[in-house]
T-cell receptor, first 113, second 111 residues
Framework: KAGVTQTPRYLIKTRGQQVTLSCSPI?????VSWYQQTPGQGLQFLFE???????NKGNFPGRFSGRQFSNSRSEMNVSTLELGDSALYLC????????????FGQGTRLTVV | QKEVEQNSGPLSVPEGAIASLNCTYS??????FFWYRQYSGKSPELIMS????GDKEDGRFTAQLNKASQYVSLLIRDSQPSDSATYLC???????????FGKGTMLLVSP
């Protein structure tokens, strides 16, 4: 069974630009969550999608958004990038029918310059 | 504000010793707890999950949960240099498929 796939692996963007990150969950997993990881704040929850609906949202500004498609693939978008958005963005998928264990993709390392 | 607290470390142990990692959580309603291992520059890897009070063993790893004390621990027996990593404790946000993470404990196992 293939794992969680995130693309791209690395991104360098300029302040003010926008970026879209993609996540394909494990086949059959319908819940996709996004987390931001920085050295100072650790792993922080951004949002969670299930069956194309955002079920939960963390405490991030509206510049951070996401969506989920009918095949459970998810994208997150960050608009008007700031230097502080530089982080490792992680996607996790959960087989909500069978348990609560979350499996992470390899992450997208975003650097804003 | 739900919180998971971990000692940041580093926790240094010699090869072959037992490493003991601890965390506490604030949300009494949490039912599921997880330990992730994260190597530098890599993503977190799930190594243990625990849902009931008591111990759960998997190979060299033992997770312990005490819901009354809101305390979770991970024991690593016969520690190896390859166990050197940051260990993240996570609590499921009850009713949601989301996790609150501690900031992690760095473990260093010296040969």
């Amino acid at each position: 069974k293939a794992g969680v796939t995130q693309t791209p692996r690395y991104l360098i963007k300029t302040r003010g630009q926008q970026v879209t990150l993609s996540c394909s969950p494990i086949s059959g997993h319908r819940s996709v969550s996004w987390y931001q990881q920085t050295p100072g704040q650790g792993l922080q929850f951004l949002f969670e999608y299930f069956s194309e609906t955002q079920r939960n949202k963390g405490n991030f500004p509206g510049r951070f958004s996401g969506r989920q498609f009918s095949n459970s693939r998810s994208e997150m978008n960050v608009s008007t990038l700031e230097l502080g958005d530089s982080a490792l963005y992680l996607c996790a998928s959960i087989d909500t029918a069978g348990g609560t264990e979350a499996f992470f993709g390899q992450g997208t390392r975003l650097t804003v310059v | 504000q739900k919180e998971v607290e971990q000692n940041s470390g580093p926790l240094s142990v010699p090869e072959g010793a037992i490493a003991s990692l601890n965390c506490t959580y604030s949300d009494r309603v949490s039912q599921s707890f997880f330990w992730y291992r994260q190597y530098s520059g890599k993503s977190p890897e799930l190594i243990m999950s625990i849902y009931s009070n008591g111990d759960k063993e998997d190979g060299r790893f033992t997770a312990q949960l005490n819901k009354a004390s809101q305390y979770v621990s991970l024991l690593i027996r016969d520690s190896q240099p390859s166990d050197s990593a940051t260990y993240l404790c996570a609590a499921e946000n009850s009713g949601y498929s989301t996790l609150t993470f501690g900031k992690g404990t760095m473990l260093l196992v010296s040969p």
